[in-house]
């Protein structure tokens, strides 16, 4: 069965500074990996996806994440974190390795101060 | 690009009404939806997947008699929560494939129920 694991409910950065959230995840098959993004009272935006392609995936917004299949782990980052960057981040899992339904990790609140 | 709405984005109902939640996807063609709930400060659960002419398929723990899903067209899913109480309030999340896009999944607003 697939899971996620994201490591870090809360992380705090400050302006201009390196952001890692952290996520690993568990499968069966080879998974496809999503990083989405949401912000108070709304829907996900996807910020990328690895399906199986170039390992180093880039984003919207300056976010990049990369799949190591020997560590099971698919970080996001992004090299300057700018206060709009404040959100909640959740990692997901396809469950049958393409585009089907979703598991979700529990999220990683992400703040930024000045 | 593909946008899905839903609607209404907030509703507030008294314990023992039904409420009906609209999941559209507005410029592409969905033949899968599925539908989340979200508790504050939590992450998604998906509650069921939504099969356009054909019944849903819910996942293990949800009620498929108080939460019913209806995906009667290509771009059109319900959710009514039948009987509600106030611990059915919560943030529920639909979300559409577009068969014609790699099947990426696309995410709704979210609909904030308040039961009363």
């Known amino acids: 069965a697939q899971s996620v694991t994201q490591l870090g409910s809360h992380v705090s950065v400050s302006e201009g500074a390196l952001v890692l959230l952290r996520c690993n995840y568990s499968?069966?098959?080879?998974?496809?990996l999503f990083w989405y993004v949401q912000y108070p009272n709304q829907g996900l935006q996807l910020l990328l996806k690895?399906?199986?392609?170039?390992?180093l995936v880039k984003g919207i917004n300056g976010f990049e994440a990369e799949f190591k299949k020997s560590e099971t782990s698919f970080h996001l980052t992004k090299p300057s974190a700018h206060m709009s960057d404040a959100a909640e981040y959740f990692c997901?899992?396809?469950?049958?390795?393409?585009?089907?339904?979703?598991?979700f990790g529990a999220g990683t609140r992400l703040a930024v101060h000045p | 690009g593909a946008v899905v709405s839903q609607h209404p984005s907030r509703v507030i109902c008294k314990s023992g009404t039904s409420v009906k939640i609209e999941c559209r996807s507005l410029?592409?063609?969905?033949?899968?939806m599925f539908w989340y709930r979200q508790f504050p400060k939590q992450s998604l659960m998906l509650m069921a997947t939504s099969n356009e002419g054909s019944k849903a398929t819910y996942e293990q723990g949800v009620e498929k008699d108080k939460f019913l899903i209806n995906h009667a067209s290509l771009t059109l899913s319900t959710l009514t929560v039948t009987s509600a109480h106030p611990e059915d309030s919560s943030f529920y999340i639909c979300s559409a494939i577009d068969r014609d896009s790699s099947y990426e999944q696309y995410f709704g607003p979210g609909t904030r129920l308040t039961v009363t």
């Open positions: 690895y399906t199986s392609a170039a390992t």
């Open positions: 499968s069966s098959v080879p998974p496809y």
């Open positions: 997901a899992v396809s469950v049958s390795g393409g585009y089907n339904k979703l598991i």
């Open positions: 410029d592409f063609q969905a033949t899968t």
